[in-house]
């Protein structure tokens, strides 16, 4: 089944820098890759999502990276604020032999602080 | 437009009780699951279902039944509560189609003493 590794585990920056977050998947048949912010104490809230037939997708200061060769995906985000402090959980999914939706099989999380 | 439900918000179960977490969705979505979260361990998948009447288990099923007689309906059971089954519950739907976005409850926090 799919595995999917997210690093690294806590970041923290200042507010203003960059922030990265890596995950690596090993099923080749994932085609689809959700990120989901969770703040403490809520649900966890998609905020950005890319597809096998895309390389990189915007969203104002966010943007996620899909490298389908090495199988890894990124989310960037840029000039970071306090509101972005959180925990950030990447996903995979896949198309089931049939046609049906494959489950989402997230990473173990990333718990970003911002520094003001 | 409620989304996606979930009751009860917070339970406490003494060990070998038996319960059921409810989730409903009003969005006529197909695809329902069920996740638990514990710390450090992400978001683990337990049983889903890809329509009424069908269900399969995810990565974590043991100690869990679930049942889908309506689109809307996907309740969680434990049968006999254990202190290792003390986590955060979510319940996500989605639409049964490929890259199709899954949009999650607001959880159930379960201790079990």
């Known amino acids: 089944g799919e595995n999917v590794e997210q690093h690294p585990s806590t970041l923290s920056v200042q507010e203003g820098d960059s922030a990265v977050i890596k995950c690596t998947y090993s099923d080749s048949a994932s085609n689809y890759f959700p990120w989901y912010k969770q703040e403490l104490g809520k649900r966890p809230q998609l905020i950005i999502d890319?597809?096998?037939?895309?390389g990189e997708k915007k969203d104002q200061r966010i943007a996620v990276t899909l490298n389908k060769t090495a199988k890894h995906f990124s989310l960037h985000i840029t000039e970071t604020q306090p509101e972005d402090s959180a925990v950030y959980f990447c996903?995979?999914?896949?198309?089931?032999?049939?046609?049906?939706?494959?489950?989402?099989?997230f990473g173990k999380g990333t718990k970003l602080s911002v520094k003001p | 437009n409620a989304g996606v439900t979930q009751t009860p918000k917070f339970q406490v179960l003494k060990t070998g009780q038996s319960m059921t977490l409810q989730c409903a969705q009003d969005?006529?979505?197909?695809?329902m699951s069920w996740y638990r979260q514990d710390p450090g361990m992400g978001l683990r998948l337990i049983h889903y279902s890809v329509g009424a009447g069908i269900t399969d288990q995810g990565e974590v099923p043991n100690g869990y039944n679930v049942s889908r007689s309506t689109t809307e309906d996907f309740p969680l059971r434990l049968l006999s509560a254990a202190p290792s089954q003390t986590s955060v519950y979510f319940c996500?739907?989605?639409?049964?189609?490929?890259?199709?976005?899954?949009?999650f409850g607001q959880g159930t926090r379960l201790t079990v003493v």
């Open positions: 996903a995979a999914s896949y198309m089931n032999y049939g046609g049906s939706q494959g489950n989402l099989i």
């Open positions: 996500a739907s989605s639409q049964r189609q490929q890259g199709a976005r899954a949009f």
């Open positions: 890319i597809r096998s037939n895309v």
């Open positions: 969005m006529n979505h197909e695809y």
